[in-house]
């Protein structure tokens, strides 16, 4: 099944959380309407402010994350509810929107064999790089890191392999559009599910485990800078610049190739010469970029900008 058929618990709960944003005190009980016509202009919208495209054989899904929203609100139906997100100029409803749209599936040392092409071998040619220049800043991005998995892991890999960690300057910029995600990814508490596939040696050395719920350690949070940046958001996007490393997985799955490909430039843009982009391992970027080199890993491929 589709990770977009399903809906991740906290979403539901999400929905059922106080409504801040209305006017209306009454609550509706019947289903909000949504027609085809309406479906298109608002799924339109979505695509065009967040890059996300939903085809019409998802209409369902709009329809099934939404509904308690609008009715929360006392809403009749999804057109009012469009024009309720469109024209609030705070953007706080468009944020609600995004935190229930959004597939925010993730877990630490997600694709391990991947994770070792970057800490066992793109790392180890980064860092040789620089030792010959002494540039002792590197930089990796964690774009659309949800809630905060990705960008630990990657923190944990560098302290444990860059054998005089100390000695540089780190930053790992990680970000998303949902700033619901964004607020547990600072948080840094997890249930094993999300540590399933996190080797024994880093769980008893990088958290604190309590009852069932495993903390981060502040260490590993130290270098993560998070921030909610809409990717499709050109200006924010332009101003991440010097990047060695980029991760983007299993975000632009849910894109337009249109989108795919102005996001793309932008990491493009974003990695300093020589440096790497790791996409998720279904993805490829086949007909959206031809402007990086695939380089065929022992344990991966990944893109280089040469
Ligand atoms: C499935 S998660 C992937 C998390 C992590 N990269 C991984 O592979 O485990 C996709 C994330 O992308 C975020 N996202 C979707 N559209 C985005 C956009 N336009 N800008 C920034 N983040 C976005 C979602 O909120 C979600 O948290």
């Not at 980029?246 to 300093?272: A, M, Q």
């Not at 010469?273 to 065929?296: M, P, R």
């Amino acid at each position: 099944m589709a990770v977009l058929d399903t809906m991740p618990k906290r979403k539901q709960a999400s929905m059922t959380k106080p409504v801040s944003m209305t006017s209306v005190s009454a609550v509706s009980t019947s289903d909000p309407e949504l027609n085809r016509d309406d479906f298109i202009v608002f799924r339109d919208f979505i695509h065009e402010k967040s890059g996300m495209y939903f085809p019409e054989t998802k209409m369902y899904l709009i329809k099934n994350r939404l509904a308690n929203r609008i009715k929360e609100l006392g809403i009749k139906n999804y057109k009012d509810y469009f024009y309720m997100v469109k024209y609030d100029s705070g953007m706080k409803e468009f944020n609600v929107l995004m935190n229930l749209l959004t597939t925010n599936e993730t877990s630490f040392f997600r694709n391990v064999p991947q994770l070792q092409a970057f800490s066992d071998e793109v790392l180890h040619m980064v860092i040789a790089e620089k030792k010959k220049v002494a540039n002792r800043n590197l930089r990796i991005w964690s774009a659309g890191c949800s809630t905060g998995e990705e960008p630990y892991t990657l923190s944990m890999l560098l302290m444990e392999k860059i054998p005089d960690y100390a000695s540089y300057n780190i930053e790992i910029v990680a970000n998303d559009i949902s700033e619901n995600v964004l607020q547990a990814a600072r948080k840094g508490i997890y249930h094993e599910l999300s540590l399933r596939t996190t080797p024994k040696f880093y769980k008893e050395k990088y958290f604190t485990k309590t009852g069932s719920v495993y903390k981060i350690n502040d260490i590993v949070k130290k270098k993560i800078r998070f921030s909610q940046i809409n990717m499709t958001d050109s200006l924010k996007m332009s101003l991440i610049k010097n990047v060695d490393i980029i991760f983007c997985r299993n975000v632009t799955i849910y894109f337009s190739d249109e989108v795919k490909r102005k996001i793309t430039k932008f990491f493009y843009n974003g990695l300093v010469k020589g440096g790497y982009y790791f996409i998720g391992h279904s993805e490829s970027l086949h007909g959206i970029s031809k402007a990086f080199k695939l380089l065929y890993l022992k344990n991966g491929l990944v893109y280089k900008k040469e």
